[in-house]
């Protein structure tokens, strides 16, 4: 079992960066994959990025690529992610979310991979 607590959200300006922070506790954390996913105003649920269990392999949306960083340090139980050169699209709730662990060799990009999410940290960029 993996519950997850986010934080860093807040007000953002346009052009700035942002940092969200994804806590973990549980002691099957280093075993899991861990993703971040974002809800827009009026928006389905869409992926950000996503870490393997080793911290090696990272991947991420088209959307945030080569402005955002994924990682994560499994002594802390922590995932990090580090947005730069925001705009106003990156206005979402920002969720954290553990896949089913186990080392596994996939990680996944849709959120039916996920099985322990987050409650969501709100993230505003004012142009």
């Given amino acids: 079992q993996v519950q997850l607590v986010e934080s ?24 899991h994959a861990v993703a971040w996913f974002r809800q827009g105003p009026r928006k389905e649920r869409e992926f950000v990025a996503a870490i393997n269990w080793t911290g090696v392999s990272k991947y991420y949306a088209d959307s945030v690529k080569g402005r955002a960083t994924i990682s994560r340090d499994n002594a802390k139980k922590m995932v990090l992610l580090q947005m730069n050169s925001v705009g106003p699209e990156d206005t979402a709730v920002y969720y954290c979310a553990a896949d089913r662990g186990g080392h596994r060799v996939r990680v996944g990009r849709v959120s039916s991979e996920y099985d322990y999410w987050g409650q969501g940290t709100q993230v505003t960029v004012s142009s």
Avoid: N, P
Avoid at 8 to 31: K, M, N, P, W, Y
């Fill in 8 to 31: 860093g959200g807040g007000l953002v300006q346009a052009g700035e960066s942002l940092r969200l922070s994804c806590a973990a506790t549980g002691r099957t954390f280093v075993t």
